[in-house]
């Protein structure tokens, strides 16, 4: 059975910090590239930043800079890293594993990260 559990999330003011971090189980994490992804209501779910198996990295423009991913394959962990948060940053943090090879993915239930201003 594959698990995805989030933790981190919360209540900040602007301009803190949170690290968010995805546990996976029942999978080969090495086989994986996970990634962070949030959704507001009314809103599609939108990539904040992903991580491939050989450590490569990807982020959304309004994150560059803000934010670091980055994994542990021994602890099958990914972790998000976000600095100098904005009231915009507000959002349901969902992590996500996606297979390298195939189309299987796998997401987890969702951190809420709520910025006050």
């Known amino acids: 059975q594959v698990q995805l559990v989030e933790s981190g999330g919360g209540l900040v003011q602007a301009g803190g910090s949170l690290r968010l971090s995805c546990a996976a189980s029942?999978?080969?994490?090495?086989?994986?590239?996970p990634g962070w992804y949030r959704q507001v209501p009314g809103k599609q779910r939108e990539l904040v930043a992903e991580?491939?198996?050989?450590?490569?990295?990807n982020y959304a423009d309004s994150v560059k800079g803000r934010c670091t991913i980055s994994r542990d394959n021994a602890k099958k962990t990914v972790d998000l890293q976000l600095n100098n948060l904005k009231p915009e940053d507000s959002a349901v943090y969902y992590c996500k594993m996606k297979h390298r090879q195939t189309a299987l993915a796998f997401w987890g239930q969702g951190t809420q990260v709520t910025v006050s201003s």
């Open positions: 991580i491939t198996s050989g450590g490569a990295t």
């Open positions: 029942g999978i080969i994490f090495s086989m994986y590239a």
